[in-house]
């Protein structure tokens, strides 16, 4: 839609130049696809970050646990549940 307002917009303004119409067109759309590229980079980069900080945090804890175990009910909760939902 935004592409489309591009376009109309620079046909009213360039007359019957159909040269000027393509090109707004395609600058448009590289310009939408970059932004969508950009967008999706940053995303996935924060995604990216928030999962490290997770692993470090796992890590942490196992370590400073006794014997590098965790919690009993940490460890036979996951089992329990995948025990309960094959029933």
């Known amino acids: 839609m935004c592409n489309l307002s591009l ?3 620079v046909a009213g303004a360039a007359g019957e130049k159909a040269n000027s119409i ?3 067109g395609v600058a448009g759309l590289l310009a939408g696809g970059f932004s969508m590229a950009v967008g999706e980079y940053v995303s996935v980069g924060s995604q990216r970050e928030l999962l490290d900080y997770q692993i470090e945090l796992q890590r942490h804890q196992l370590h400073n ?3 590098g175990v965790g919690h009993p009910r940490e460890i036979t909760r996951p089992r329990v549940c995948r025990a309960l939902r094959r029933t």
Do not use: E, L, N, Q
Request: proline share 0%; charged share 10%; glycine share 12%.
């Open 7 to 9: 376009i109309m917009g």
């Open 22 to 24: 393509v090109i707004a």
């Open 65 to 67: 646990t006794r014997s």
